[in-house]
């Protein structure tokens, strides 16, 4: 149980955004707490292709209504009957659900299990360090169940075949050589007499005793030169000269950047520099630069939870002291980090004067020390257990921590009626115990589970 994680690993995705991978137990919880929409598409190796949640998890979901008229009965009903081979795996896992937890006011199973999904709620929830905590964009959207205008339209990523190419005998009603030729004058453009002929193709008769073999060809010369003038490819982005990039390098964290990424510091530097020529604000160069700072974190995420037990200690440690550097300047500063990130209001005023965010830099560092070392030496994690869960419940009690407060921050419903100081104090006191528990193989396990939002999110 605590070997390396060999468990299958689930994806959400929602509105045209991925979420995951989620273990089965993380997965089996998510579902128990009807957090799945309809809308929702799942996917998890060895299924062909993405599948709505419904057909996934048909426990959980109540059965559509029969339609009032039904004028004749559809071939289309017949798929329902016959589930996709992805969905027949899964539904083993649908009949654990049928029990599930019925309202907030009602004790859970376990405490320690739904701590256990506190981690799995902020990971697919998204928008932050700790997104679960905003209830009033992400949390309203995915646990609530904001009713949308319009169906949300999920890109999934899955490979596309390409149509196989038309040929005589493929295409309906295979037309002789001549009739193809004579549909080209339909296009919108004349053909060029000069042009080759499309694969399969052949010309008319007409076409090829038409020129005499001693004529002269009607070629124009500036229209072939035109064709082998190469474009010319443009000038790739330089930070010679850059003030920004004077003042970033005396920052440890943009120094490992610019190291480790010099094609995207370059780019996103000397996109920052255009911006400052062209009198854009302060704060709309500073945003620049924390949402490319976002989107390299997220893009190296898998690298970064792969590293040793101790870089991802010293990554919660920092993020601790990240958080009580913002909540010094208020709660609007550290709720504001909690629901949104490096992108929120107070980090975006910090990156304006970025010799000044020692905290904020010290947690970039950490995270990116971590994204180094996972990606030269990665290290295998086991998954977080129900004992260690005891171990951290304890810790939490040594704070202070109530039954009430373990339900709460288990549960994002109960978690959203609490004041933003309240969250706040909660996520402080969450990483506080788990750096606290002694025993470093159950530290290890729990911080790997809660560290995944702090780096994907």
Same mark, same amino acid.
């Given at each position: 149980?605590?070997?390396?994680?060999?468990?299958?690993?689930?994806?959400?995705?929602?509105?045209?955004?991925?979420?995951?991978?989620?273990?089965?137990?993380?997965?089996?919880?998510?579902?128990?707490?009807?957090?799945?929409?309809?809308?929702?598409?799942?996917?998890?190796?060895?299924?062909?292709?993405?599948?709505?949640?419904?057909?996934?998890?048909?426990?959980?979901?109540?059965?559509? +209504?029969?339609?009032?008229?039904?004028?004749?009965?559809?071939?289309?009903?017949?798929?329902?009957?016959?589930?996709?081979?992805?969905?027949?795996?899964?539904?083993?896992?649908?009949?654990?659900?049928?029990?599930?937890?019925?309202?907030?006011?009602?004790?859970?199973?376990?405490?320690?299990?739904?701590?256990?999904?506190?981690?799995?709620?902020?990971?697919?929830?998204?928008?932050?360090?700790?997104?679960?905590?905003?209830?009033?964009?992400?949390?309203?959207?995915?646990?609530?169940?904001?009713?949308?205008?319009?169906?949300?339209?999920?890109?999934?990523?899955?490979?596309?075949?390409?149509?196989?190419?038309?040929?005589?005998?493929?295409?309906?009603?295979?037309?002789?050589?001549?009739?193809?030729?004579?549909?080209?004058?339909?296009?919108?453009?004349?053909?060029?007499?000069?042009?080759?002929?499309?694969?399969?193709?052949? +010309?008319?008769?007409?076409?090829?005793?038409?020129?005499?073999?001693?004529?002269?060809?009607?070629?124009?010369?500036?229209?072939?030169?035109?064709?082998?003038?190469?474009?010319?490819?443009?000038?790739?982005?330089?930070?010679?000269?850059?003030?920004?990039?004077?003042?970033?390098?005396?920052?440890?964290?943009?120094?490992?950047?610019?190291?480790?990424?010099?094609?995207?510091?370059?780019?996103?530097?000397?996109?920052?520099?255009?911006?400052?020529?062209?009198?854009?604000?302060?704060?709309?160069?500073?945003?620049?630069?924390?949402?490319?700072?976002?989107?390299?974190?997220?893009?190296?995420?898998?690298?970064?939870?792969?590293?040793?037990?101790?870089?991802?200690?010293?990554?919660?440690?920092?993020?601790?002291?990240?958080?009580?550097?913002?909540?010094?300047?208020?709660?609007?500063?550290?709720?504001?980090?909690?629901?949104?990130?490096?992108?929120?209001?107070?980090?975006?005023?910090?990156?304006?004067?970025?010799?000044?965010?020692?905290?904020?830099?010290?947690?970039?560092?950490?995270?990116?020390?971590?994204?180094?070392?996972?990606?030269?030496?990665?290290?295998?994690?086991?998954?977080?257990?129900?004992?260690?869960?005891?171990?951290?419940?304890?810790?939490?009690?040594?704070?202070?921590?109530?039954?009430?407060?373990?339900?709460?921050?288990?549960?994002?419903?109960?978690?959203?009626?609490?004041?933003?100081?309240?969250?706040?104090?909660?996520?402080?006191?969450?990483?506080?115990?788990?750096?606290?528990?002694?025993?470093?193989?159950?530290?290890?396990?729990?911080?790997?589970?809660?560290?995944?939002?702090?780096?994907?999110?």
């Amino acid at each position: 149980m605590n070997g390396p994680v060999t468990e299958t690993q689930w994806y959400i995705a929602r509105e045209g955004k991925q979420h995951g991978p989620l273990t089965d137990i993380e997965m089996r919880t998510f579902v128990a707490h009807s957090y799945l929409r309809v809308t929702d598409l799942i996917w998890r190796p060895g299924m062909a292709e993405w599948l709505p949640a419904p057909q996934v998890f048909p426990a959980v979901f109540p059965a559509p +209504a029969a339609p009032a008229a039904a004028p004749t009965p559809q071939p289309a009903a017949a798929p329902a009957a016959a589930p996709a081979p992805g969905a027949e795996k899964a539904s083993p896992l649908s009949s654990d659900f049928d029990e599930a937890e019925a309202e907030d006011a009602k004790p859970p199973r376990g405490v320690a299990r739904r701590l256990a999904t506190a981690a799995v709620v902020l990971t697919v929830i998204g928008g932050g360090a700790f997104a679960f905590a905003t209830y009033r964009e992400p949390l309203m959207q995915l646990v609530a169940g904001k009713p949308a205008a319009k169906p949300p339209v999920v890109k999934a990523e899955l490979p596309v075949e390409a149509p196989p190419a038309a040929t005589a005998d493929t295409a309906p009603d295979a037309a002789k050589p001549t009739e193809t030729a004579a549909a080209a004058p339909e296009t919108a453009f004349s053909p060029n007499p000069n042009a080759p002929l499309p694969a399969g193709s052949t +010309a008319a008769p007409a076409q090829a005793t038409a020129t005499p073999a001693d004529a002269t060809p009607q070629t124009a010369p500036e229209v072939k030169t035109a064709a082998l003038t190469p474009d010319v490819p443009p000038a790739p982005p330089s930070i010679e000269g850059s003030q920004l990039d004077v003042r970033l390098q005396k920052i440890p964290a943009w120094v490992m950047i610019k190291k480790d990424f010099p094609d995207w510091y370059v780019g996103h530097i000397a996109a920052a520099e255009k911006m400052i020529s062209d009198k854009r604000p302060e704060g709309d160069v500073a945003l620049h630069l924390a949402q490319g700072l976002v989107a390299l974190r997220r893009q190296h995420a898998d690298k970064a939870l792969a590293a040793s037990p101790e870089k991802l200690r010293r990554v919660a440690s920092a993020f601790l002291d990240n958080l009580k550097s913002l909540q010094s300047q208020g709660v609007s500063a550290c709720y504001g980090f909690i629901s949104k990130g490096e992108t929120s209001p107070a980090v975006v005023q910090l990156m304006q004067q970025p010799e000044s965010a020692t905290a904020f830099h010290a947690q970039v560092t950490a995270i990116f020390e971590a994204i180094a070392e996972g990606g030269k030496t990665p290290a295998k994690h086991a998954s977080a257990v129900k004992s260690d869960y005891d171990v951290l419940i304890k810790e939490l009690g040594k704070i202070g921590w109530k039954e009430e407060d373990l339900q709460t921050f288990s549960n994002p419903r109960l978690l959203s009626k609490r004041a933003p100081e309240q969250v706040c104090k909660m996520v402080l006191e969450w990483f506080v115990a788990h750096l606290a528990v002694k025993d470093k193989a159950v530290q290890d396990r729990l911080l790997f589970e809660t560290l995944k939002p702090v780096v994907t999110g």
